[in-house]
């Protein structure tokens, strides 16, 4: 496929570490997303900085960043009607052309003003092609410079991890006999490493041991169901997260798991049911609210969605992924002045929250655009028809521009 058919991808949707789409982003201490793989990998390895910034890191605890997550879904599924806009890119230049044979055809029989505009149209119209071309040049030489960086990486990382030893696949867990709380413990933090090494097989065997030991552990339930879940056993996994809710019906994480399962299986109606559950446990944790806000949106029940992430941001005003959910349903509803001050507000907690910044940067991209058409509508307003065929011409050509 040549270089300038790729679909351009945003790079907060990429893991700064593998330059790829992330499956599964969680937020490390830096305030930045990354590959959960990609991160822990990094981690064990010794490294105690930053990947991003080269600081040295407060600790190495990672988050789920549920809200990337869903956008990047979102982003993936709607590939096929990008395909189209390429389509649609293609038969405006064939109207463009039509269009300026329309007004060569005008300008013979008109006077020399007429003649002075189509020549400074054609004239634009080279400069804006020169700009794409030089854009696209630009555009593809840092792909290629990515690739290059990415192969040496990787190649980097294959010779570092023939001189370093597994640590956790050392560690020769002994069978728990009975209620023993240390063994319990002991399974549970094992099952722990395991998940975050996406090693789910072995994660699954320390929680059915903790399970084994105490039957009634609903946090074990829930964690096998997460585990099940990656190998997309979903009746499985879901049944696990009944479970734990029967072991303790006020385990608030049981119902989000459950909620998150089932939003993944596209059930956003039963998802929410399950986040008010959530909420019901847990009322002041935001997390719960911008769950249900993501599953409302999915369902294109913006206005509901928003009052989600209001009360997210009512008991966590810094939390910046509410702000950037919140700007993206406010941009469907078209109040683009409101989902600009989210997006600028997300910023101004998280700085180089690259989300934040890709969405504010497309936002201000269609508001520029919007405004030009309207002033090119008023400027040909009441004007002979020569100038309704120029300012028609010169709005495809801005539209195709930054289309590219």
């Not at 991808?9 to 593998?18: D, G, K, R, S, V």
């Amino acid at each position: 496929m040549e270089m300038e058919n790729l679909v351009e991808i945003p790079h907060a949707y990429l893991c700064p570490i593998t330059l790829e789409i992330m499956k599964d982003p969680v937020i490390a201490a830096d305030g930045h997303s990354y590959e959960r793989e990609a991160i822990t990998e990094w981690f064990q390895k010794g490294h105690k900085q930053s990947p991003m910034t080269a600081a040295k890191l407060k600790n190495e605890s990672l988050q789920n960043n549920y809200a990337l997550k869903s956008i990047i879904n979102s982003f993936m599924d709607t590939l096929p009607s990008i395909q189209k806009e390429k389509q649609i890119k293609t038969d405006m230049m064939e109207a463009i052309k039509m269009k300026e044979k329309f007004v060569d055809d005008l300008v013979k029989k008109n006077d020399s003003k007429v003649k002075n505009l189509e020549t400074e149209n054609e004239k634009l119209k080279r400069e804006l092609t020169e700009i794409a071309e030089k854009k696209k040049e630009t555009e593809s030489l840092k792909r290629k410079q990515n690739l290059n960086e990415e192969n040496n990486s990787k190649e980097k990382n294959k010779d570092k991890e023939k001189h370093e030893e597994p640590k956790i696949e050392q560690v020769r867990l002994k069978e728990a006999n009975g209620y023993d709380q240390e063994s319990i413990r002991i399974f549970m933090n094992h099952g722990n490493k395991f998940y975050e090494l996406k090693k789910y097989g072995d994660a699954l065997k320390c929680y059915d041991q903790v399970i084994k030991c105490d039957p009634n552990n609903a946090e074990a339930y829930s964690k096998k169901g997460l585990s099940i879940f990656h190998f997309k056993r979903f009746d499985e996994a879901l049944k696990c997260c009944e479970k734990a809710i029967e072991c303790d019906p006020k385990f608030a994480q049981a119902y989000v798991n459950q909620g998150i399962f089932l939003r993944y299986l596209k059930k956003d109606k039963d998802a929410i049911k399950c986040f008010d559950k959530a909420i019901e446990c847990d009322p002041k944790d935001s997390n719960n609210y911008n769950n249900k806000g993501i599953s409302l949106y999915n369902l294109k029940r913006y206005e509901e969605a928003l009052k989600c992430y209001d009360q997210a941001l009512e008991y966590d005003p810094k939390f910046s992924a509410a702000y950037i959910n919140k700007g993206i349903s406010l941009y469907y509803l078209k109040r683009y002045d409101d989902a600009l001050k989210c997006y600028d507000k997300a910023i101004k907690f998280d700085p180089n929250n690259a989300i934040a910044n890709s969405q504010k940067k497309e936002l201000l991209a269609i508001m520029e655009t919007s405004e030009l058409i309207q002033n090119t509508l008023k400027f040909v307003k009441n004007r002979p028809p020569p100038y309704h065929a120029i300012g028609f011409v010169l709005i495809l050509i801005f539209l195709v521009y930054n289309l590219s």
